[in-house]
């Protein structure tokens, strides 16, 4: 199996009723200032090479951002953070993103989600996200080859990764620990094969993080940094 094969399964899931009909209603409805476009109103994939070194997990896709545009993190202001700061540490082909064709690449970066479709109110109920963890695991199981650093972003995404990375088999310590900016954790292979593999926590990217100050320009490029260095890139 290769990951573009993970992702052309994954864009026909409609094992989650609500957000089923929440993907395909807001595609339908769409917003105002987006009615030109087509949304694409599916379940989004990963985004980024098939052997990156760096994972960055989130929560789930817009619903007029990820969700319009069949991007992780690209549509909406979650985004702008997100790209410029990998721009800046050149691991991005551009600071900006709009959507397909606007000539984004990533390098050794893949940016996804432990929920791939959008919640209403931008909240995944606690059913929702253990039935879409076996995307996530897999997708960890098929960057395992290369991937050295996982940043997960917020509190949510936290928890769901370490599931999602137990799951693909890593050791979790127990009790797992604890979220909080600035923490990280060291997973060996359940196996004992291969490479160590260490997760950084950061606060989400949200709008509302970025506009109170709670995360700044500076915290996320310090985590970033670190991230990518440990990943040897
Ligand atoms: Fe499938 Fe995940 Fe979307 Fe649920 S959230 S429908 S499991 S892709």
Redesign the pocket.
Known sequence: RTLAGLDAE??R?????R??EW?EETARAKRPAYRDWEYWGR??PGFGPSDASLAITGL?PAAHGGNRTGRMFTGDRAGDLLYATLYELGLASRPTVTGPGDGLELYGVRVTSP???P?PANR?TPG?RD?????LAREFELLRPTVRSVVVLGGFGWQAALAALERAGRQVPKPRPVFGHGVRTTLAPADGAGDPLTVFGCYHVSQRNVFTGRLTAAMFREVLAEAARTAGL
């Not at 899931?13 to 009723?17: L, S, V, W």
């Not at 039935?131 to 995307?135: L, N, V």
Request: aromatic letters at 4%.
């Open positions: 994954l864009i899931c409609r094992a989650c009723p957000l089923v993907r379940p989004v789930a929920v791939h479709c919640p995944p929702e039935t879409c963890r076996p995307w």
